[in-house]
Protein backbone atom coordinates (compact mmCIF):
# COMPACT_ATOMS: atom_id res chain seq x y z
CA UNK A 1 0.00 0.00 0.00
CA UNK A 2 1.11 3.64 -0.58
CA UNK A 3 0.45 6.75 -0.20
CA UNK A 4 2.13 9.68 -2.66
CA UNK A 5 -0.22 12.39 -1.57
CA UNK A 6 -0.41 13.79 2.22
CA UNK A 7 0.24 17.09 4.71
CA UNK A 8 2.07 18.19 7.73
CA UNK A 9 2.41 20.76 10.18
CA UNK A 10 5.14 22.01 8.25
CA UNK A 11 2.20 23.48 5.61
CA UNK A 12 -1.86 22.85 6.46
CA UNK A 13 -1.50 19.32 8.00
CA UNK A 14 -2.58 18.89 11.48
CA UNK A 15 0.26 16.72 12.37
CA UNK A 16 3.61 16.68 12.73
CA UNK A 17 5.72 15.33 10.03
CA UNK A 18 7.21 12.36 12.63
CA UNK A 19 3.20 12.06 13.37
CA UNK A 20 1.85 11.57 9.43
CA UNK A 21 5.02 8.97 8.87
CA UNK A 22 3.73 7.14 11.86
CA UNK A 23 0.18 7.16 11.26
CA UNK A 24 1.45 5.68 7.39
CA UNK A 25 3.16 3.03 9.37
CA UNK A 26 0.59 2.10 11.37
CA UNK A 27 -2.13 2.13 8.77
CA UNK A 28 0.44 -0.48 7.05
CA UNK A 29 1.28 2.03 4.24
CA UNK A 30 5.06 0.51 2.79
CA UNK A 31 5.74 3.77 0.37
CA UNK A 32 4.98 7.38 0.88
CA UNK A 33 5.96 10.80 0.08
CA UNK A 34 5.38 13.80 2.21
CA UNK A 35 4.03 16.94 -0.07
CA UNK A 36 3.75 19.66 1.94
CA UNK A 37 2.23 22.86 0.11
CA UNK A 38 5.28 24.97 -0.72
CA UNK A 39 8.08 24.28 1.43
CA UNK A 40 10.25 21.14 1.89
CA UNK A 41 10.70 22.14 5.70
CA UNK A 42 8.89 18.68 7.25
CA UNK A 43 11.18 16.71 4.95
CA UNK A 44 14.27 15.64 7.33
CA UNK A 45 12.18 14.74 10.33
CA UNK A 46 9.66 12.51 8.11
CA UNK A 47 12.93 11.21 6.08
CA UNK A 48 14.21 10.13 9.48
CA UNK A 49 11.00 8.69 10.76
CA UNK A 50 10.33 6.92 7.95
CA UNK A 51 14.01 5.19 7.76
CA UNK A 52 13.87 4.17 11.58
CA UNK A 53 10.83 2.34 10.50
CA UNK A 54 11.64 0.94 7.55
CA UNK A 55 9.18 2.63 5.56
CA UNK A 56 9.95 3.37 1.47
CA UNK A 57 10.61 7.00 1.42
CA UNK A 58 10.12 10.00 -1.32
CA UNK A 59 11.17 13.40 -0.82
CA UNK A 60 8.44 15.73 -2.39
CA UNK A 61 6.13 18.46 -2.39
CA UNK A 62 2.93 20.15 -3.35
CA UNK A 63 2.51 23.36 -5.81
CA UNK A 64 -0.28 25.87 -6.89
CA UNK A 65 -0.71 26.93 -10.24
CA UNK A 66 -2.83 29.73 -11.56
CA UNK A 67 -6.10 28.10 -13.19
CA UNK A 68 -9.39 29.58 -13.99
CA UNK A 69 -11.56 26.84 -12.96
CA UNK A 70 -11.09 24.77 -9.58
CA UNK A 71 -7.57 24.32 -8.50
CA UNK A 72 -4.40 23.46 -10.28
CA UNK A 73 -1.80 21.53 -7.86
CA UNK A 74 1.47 20.21 -9.26
CA UNK A 75 3.19 17.31 -7.20
CA UNK A 76 7.07 17.24 -7.58
CA UNK A 77 8.45 14.11 -5.98
CA UNK A 78 12.58 13.59 -5.82
CA UNK A 79 12.96 17.28 -5.60
CA UNK A 80 17.24 18.42 -5.07
CA UNK A 81 16.96 20.07 -1.63
CA UNK A 82 19.60 21.87 -2.06
CA UNK A 83 18.54 23.46 -5.88
CA UNK A 84 18.76 27.48 -4.80
CA UNK A 85 17.02 28.92 -7.74
CA UNK A 86 14.42 26.31 -6.01
CA UNK A 87 14.93 27.18 -2.53
CA UNK A 88 14.07 30.99 -3.23
CA UNK A 89 10.96 30.63 -5.47
CA UNK A 90 10.20 28.42 -1.83
CA UNK A 91 10.65 31.69 0.11
CA UNK A 92 9.54 33.75 -2.18
CA UNK A 93 5.98 31.77 -1.89
CA UNK A 94 5.73 31.54 2.13
CA UNK A 95 6.31 35.65 2.22
CA UNK A 96 2.69 35.74 -0.23
CA UNK A 97 1.21 33.10 2.89
CA UNK A 98 2.52 35.44 5.34
CA UNK A 99 1.05 38.42 3.47
CA UNK A 100 -2.34 36.87 2.64
CA UNK A 101 -2.65 35.48 6.86
CA UNK A 102 -2.66 38.95 7.36
CA UNK A 103 -5.12 40.14 4.48
CA UNK A 104 -7.28 37.38 6.18
CA UNK A 105 -7.17 38.46 9.41
CA UNK A 106 -7.53 42.23 8.55
CA UNK A 107 -11.12 40.67 7.10
CA UNK A 108 -11.83 38.50 10.14
CA UNK A 109 -11.47 41.51 11.81
CA UNK A 110 -13.66 44.13 9.76
CA UNK A 111 -16.42 40.98 10.09
CA UNK A 112 -15.79 41.24 13.96
CA UNK A 113 -14.03 38.46 14.38
CA UNK A 114 -10.80 39.54 15.52
CA UNK A 115 -7.59 37.10 15.88
CA UNK A 116 -3.77 37.55 16.23
CA UNK A 117 -0.73 36.04 15.22
CA UNK A 118 -0.34 34.61 18.43
CA UNK A 119 -3.69 33.09 18.48
CA UNK A 120 -2.64 30.76 15.07
CA UNK A 121 0.01 28.95 17.16
CA UNK A 122 1.65 28.12 13.72
CA UNK A 123 5.06 26.30 14.54
CA UNK A 124 8.64 28.18 14.67
CA UNK A 125 10.26 28.75 10.87
CA UNK A 126 6.78 28.26 9.52
CA UNK A 127 3.78 30.35 7.68
CA UNK A 128 0.80 29.96 8.60
CA UNK A 129 -2.61 28.70 6.38
CA UNK A 130 -5.41 28.29 6.50
CA UNK A 131 -6.56 25.49 8.63
CA UNK A 132 -4.09 27.71 11.40
CA UNK A 133 -6.57 30.21 11.30
CA UNK A 134 -9.89 27.88 11.69
CA UNK A 135 -8.40 26.61 14.24
CA UNK A 136 -8.00 29.91 15.98
CA UNK A 137 -11.68 30.69 14.89
CA UNK A 138 -12.73 27.81 16.19
CA UNK A 139 -11.17 28.22 19.73
CA UNK A 140 -12.77 31.52 19.97
CA UNK A 141 -15.84 30.06 19.58
CA UNK A 142 -16.35 32.34 16.52
CA UNK A 143 -17.34 29.11 14.41
CA UNK A 144 -18.61 26.01 16.03
CA UNK A 145 -16.73 23.64 14.04
CA UNK A 146 -13.71 23.37 11.42
CA UNK A 147 -16.03 22.99 8.74
CA UNK A 148 -17.72 26.05 9.08
CA UNK A 149 -14.84 28.49 9.00
CA UNK A 150 -14.33 26.96 5.46
CA UNK A 151 -17.88 27.23 4.22
CA UNK A 152 -18.38 30.73 5.49
CA UNK A 153 -14.92 32.66 5.30
CA UNK A 154 -11.85 31.15 4.18
CA UNK A 155 -13.16 29.27 1.19
CA UNK A 156 -13.10 30.45 -1.95
CA UNK A 157 -15.50 32.99 -2.61
CA UNK A 158 -15.79 33.27 1.41
CA UNK A 159 -16.63 36.07 3.32
CA UNK A 160 -12.53 36.39 4.58
CA UNK A 161 -11.17 34.73 1.17
CA UNK A 162 -7.92 35.67 -0.36
CA UNK A 163 -6.35 34.56 -3.02
CA UNK A 164 -2.75 33.96 -3.08
CA UNK A 165 -0.30 34.54 -5.62
CA UNK A 166 0.55 31.15 -8.01
CA UNK A 167 2.61 30.36 -10.92
CA UNK A 168 1.57 29.72 -14.43
CA UNK A 169 1.62 25.55 -14.64
CA UNK A 170 4.36 25.77 -17.03
CA UNK A 171 6.29 27.79 -14.75
CA UNK A 172 5.56 25.21 -11.65
CA UNK A 173 6.72 22.10 -14.14
CA UNK A 174 9.72 23.82 -15.22
CA UNK A 175 10.60 24.78 -11.61
CA UNK A 176 10.16 20.97 -10.25
CA UNK A 177 12.15 19.63 -13.54
CA UNK A 178 14.86 22.09 -12.75
CA UNK A 179 15.18 21.26 -9.29
CA UNK A 180 15.54 17.45 -10.43
CA UNK A 181 12.02 16.48 -9.66
CA UNK A 182 8.89 14.62 -11.71
CA UNK A 183 6.03 16.70 -11.73
CA UNK A 184 2.87 15.04 -11.50
CA UNK A 185 -0.16 16.71 -11.68
CA UNK A 186 -2.64 16.28 -8.64
CA UNK A 187 -5.97 15.55 -8.37
CA UNK A 188 -6.91 16.12 -12.38
CA UNK A 189 -10.98 16.05 -11.34
CA UNK A 190 -10.14 19.12 -9.56
CA UNK A 191 -9.45 21.05 -12.45
CA UNK A 192 -13.38 20.94 -13.26
CA UNK A 193 -12.54 19.69 -17.28
CA UNK A 194 -14.90 17.29 -19.28
CA UNK A 195 -13.39 14.16 -20.28
CA UNK A 196 -12.02 15.13 -23.59
CA UNK A 197 -11.22 18.87 -22.76
CA UNK A 198 -9.06 16.63 -20.10
CA UNK A 199 -7.60 14.96 -22.00
CA UNK A 200 -6.40 17.85 -24.43
CA UNK A 201 -5.18 19.53 -21.46
CA UNK A 202 -3.08 17.02 -20.57
CA UNK A 203 -1.40 16.55 -23.83
CA UNK A 204 -0.35 20.09 -23.81
CA UNK A 205 1.07 19.67 -20.44
CA UNK A 206 2.65 16.67 -21.12
CA UNK A 207 4.47 18.58 -24.17
CA UNK A 208 6.16 21.14 -21.82
CA UNK A 209 7.33 18.23 -19.08
CA UNK A 210 4.21 16.62 -17.27
CA UNK A 211 5.23 13.21 -16.31
CA UNK A 212 2.19 12.04 -14.75
CA UNK A 213 -1.25 12.40 -13.03
CA UNK A 214 -2.46 10.90 -9.65
CA UNK A 215 -5.29 9.18 -11.05
CA UNK A 216 -6.26 7.83 -7.64
CA UNK A 217 -7.18 10.57 -4.86
CA UNK A 218 -9.45 10.36 -2.17
CA UNK A 219 -11.44 12.94 -3.63
CA UNK A 220 -12.22 10.77 -6.87
CA UNK A 221 -15.10 8.31 -7.53
CA UNK A 222 -13.99 5.16 -8.31
CA UNK A 223 -14.98 5.47 -11.96
CA UNK A 224 -13.09 8.47 -12.45
CA UNK A 225 -9.37 7.30 -11.25
CA UNK A 226 -10.85 4.04 -13.93
CA UNK A 227 -11.13 6.79 -16.42
CA UNK A 228 -8.08 9.06 -15.67
CA UNK A 229 -5.68 5.70 -15.80
CA UNK A 230 -7.33 5.29 -19.51
CA UNK A 231 -6.28 8.43 -19.95
CA UNK A 232 -2.66 8.07 -18.61
CA UNK A 233 -2.36 4.75 -20.74
CA UNK A 234 -3.63 6.84 -24.00
CA UNK A 235 -0.69 9.93 -23.31
CA UNK A 236 1.79 7.64 -21.88
CA UNK A 237 2.04 9.29 -18.57
CA UNK A 238 2.69 7.62 -14.81
CA UNK A 239 -0.25 6.74 -12.54
CA UNK A 240 0.23 7.86 -9.05
CA UNK A 241 -1.99 7.85 -5.97
CA UNK A 242 -2.22 9.57 -2.92
CA UNK A 243 -5.16 9.90 -0.60
CA UNK A 244 -3.85 14.09 0.52
CA UNK A 245 -4.43 13.32 4.26
CA UNK A 246 -4.43 16.38 6.47
CA UNK A 247 -4.94 14.80 9.59
CA UNK A 248 -7.95 16.43 11.66
CA UNK A 249 -8.38 19.24 9.24
CA UNK A 250 -9.62 17.07 6.67
CA UNK A 251 -10.98 14.11 8.88
CA UNK A 252 -12.96 12.42 6.19
CA UNK A 253 -9.42 11.12 4.49
CA UNK A 254 -7.38 8.56 5.59
CA UNK A 255 -3.96 7.79 5.43
CA UNK A 256 -3.62 5.42 2.71
CA UNK A 257 -7.50 5.07 1.68
CA UNK A 258 -9.58 6.47 -0.53
CA UNK A 259 -13.63 6.92 -0.66
CA UNK A 260 -15.14 4.16 1.18
CA UNK A 261 -11.93 3.14 2.69
CA UNK A 262 -10.02 1.26 -0.74
CA UNK A 263 -7.03 1.04 -0.18
CA UNK A 264 -4.08 2.92 -2.66
CA UNK A 265 -2.63 -0.47 -3.74
CA UNK A 266 0.78 -0.35 -4.89
CA UNK A 267 -0.04 -2.48 -8.18
CA UNK A 268 -1.78 0.52 -9.20
CA UNK A 269 0.87 2.98 -9.24
CA UNK A 270 2.97 2.59 -12.55
CA UNK A 271 6.48 0.43 -12.65
CA UNK A 272 8.32 3.31 -14.18
CA UNK A 273 7.62 5.35 -10.93
CA UNK A 274 8.78 3.18 -8.56
CA UNK A 275 11.92 2.30 -11.37
CA UNK A 276 12.73 6.41 -10.86
CA UNK A 277 13.03 6.27 -7.11
CA UNK A 278 14.06 2.58 -6.85
CA UNK A 279 11.33 2.04 -4.48
CA UNK A 280 9.57 -1.59 -4.32
CA UNK A 281 6.53 -2.56 -5.26
CA UNK A 282 6.28 -4.80 -2.31
CA UNK A 283 4.77 -2.54 0.10
CA UNK A 284 3.53 -3.95 3.12
CA UNK A 285 -0.04 -4.32 3.85
CA UNK A 286 -1.46 -4.52 -0.15
CA UNK A 287 -4.35 -6.57 0.12
CA UNK A 288 -7.37 -5.42 -2.14
Given at each position: MVDLHCHSTASDGSLSPEEVVQTAFEEGVGLMALTDHDTLAGLPAARAKAAALGLDWIDGIELSAKWDRGHFHLLGYGINPQHR?????LEHFQEGRR???TR????????????TRQDL???????????HLAQAMLDRGYVTHLEQAFELYLRQGGLAYVDKETLTPQEAIQLVLEAGGLPVLAHPVSLYLKYAE??????????IGLAGIEAYNSS???????????LADELGLLVTGGSDFHGKFKPQVRMGRLKKGRKILSKWISPDFFATFGATKDTRIDEG
Open positions: PFLAALRSILEKLDQLGMPLRVPPGQSPARPLGEKLKQLKAHQANQSHRLVR
